[in-house]
């Protein structure tokens, strides 16, 4: 069985700060990696994925996430936080023997302050 | 292309009743994934349908079924509703092979309140 644990319910930082979102997984088999968004009373958009090959995957809105499988992570960063960023972000892994299914983390709430 | 739909948006029953949820996907996608997503459990899995078939499922009472038709739109059904079936419900729609590379694409949900 697959699993994601993500540190940080809430994460609170300054408009232009580093953002920094952490994920690890648990998984016997190759994992895929996900990270989505969503908004209050809509559905899920997603940022980025991780599949295979380069390890360092860039999403949109300027987010990105490193596949580090020796730490079983894959945190997700943004470089300088825009209010709009404001959101409740949600990991999830998924496995060729389970193929639909996602697991998905318990989500973490970002806020931005001016 | 339009994105994945879902109806109704908002949904009010009573405990007992069932309900019946309708899910569209993205025109060529031919699997449908089911989510109930509670501030108390998070996002869980409840179903997935490929080519009308059942292919994977969560772990959830029997109360909760669903099914997918020839065009790919999928339904889902809660019978004997109880006050913790209150619950926002995510379909998710994907290419879908076997490969779990697809990006699955979420519809905006159905807010079920059961009073």
């Known amino acids: 069985a697959q699993s994601v644990t993500q540190l940080g319910s809430h994460v609170s930082v300054s408009e232009g700060a580093l953002v920094l979102l952490r994920c690890n997984y648990s998984?016997?088999?190759?994992?895929?990696l996900f990270w989505y968004v969503q908004y209050p009373n809509q559905g899920l958009q997603l940022l980025l994925k991780?599949?295979?090959?380069?390890?360092l995957v860039k999403g949109i809105n300027g987010f990105e996430a490193e596949f580090k499988k020796s730490e079983t992570s894959f945190h997700l960063t943004k470089p300088s936080a825009h209010m709009s960023d404001a959101a409740e972000y949600f990991c999830?892994?998924?496995?060729?023997?389970?193929?639909?299914?996602?697991?998905f983390g318990d989500g973490t709430t970002l806020t931005v302050k001016p | 292309k339009a994105g994945v739909t879902q109806t109704p948006r908002y949904l009010i029953k009573t405990r007992g009743q069932q309900v019946t949820l309708s899910c569209s996907p993205i025109s060529g996608h031919r699997s449908v994934s089911w989510y109930q997503q509670t501030p108390g459990q998070g996002l869980q899995f409840l179903f997935e349908?490929?080519?009308?078939?059942?292919?994977n499922k969560g772990n959830f009472p029997g109360r909760f079924s669903g099914r997918q038709f020839s065009n790919s739109r999928s339904e889902m059904n809660v019978s004997t509703l109880e006050l913790g079936d209150s619950a926002l419900y995510l379909c998710?729609?994907?290419?879908?092979?076997?490969?779990?590379?697809?990006?699955?694409?979420f519809g905006p949900g159905t807010r079920l309140t059961v009073l």
């Open positions: 998984s016997s088999v190759p994992p895929y």
């Open positions: 349908y490929f080519s009308e078939t059942q292919r």
């Open positions: 991780y599949t295979t090959g380069a390890t």
């Open positions: 999830a892994v998924r496995v060729n023997t389970n193929a639909g299914k996602s697991t």
């Open positions: 998710a729609s994907s290419l879908a092979s076997s490969s779990s590379t697809d990006t699955q694409y």
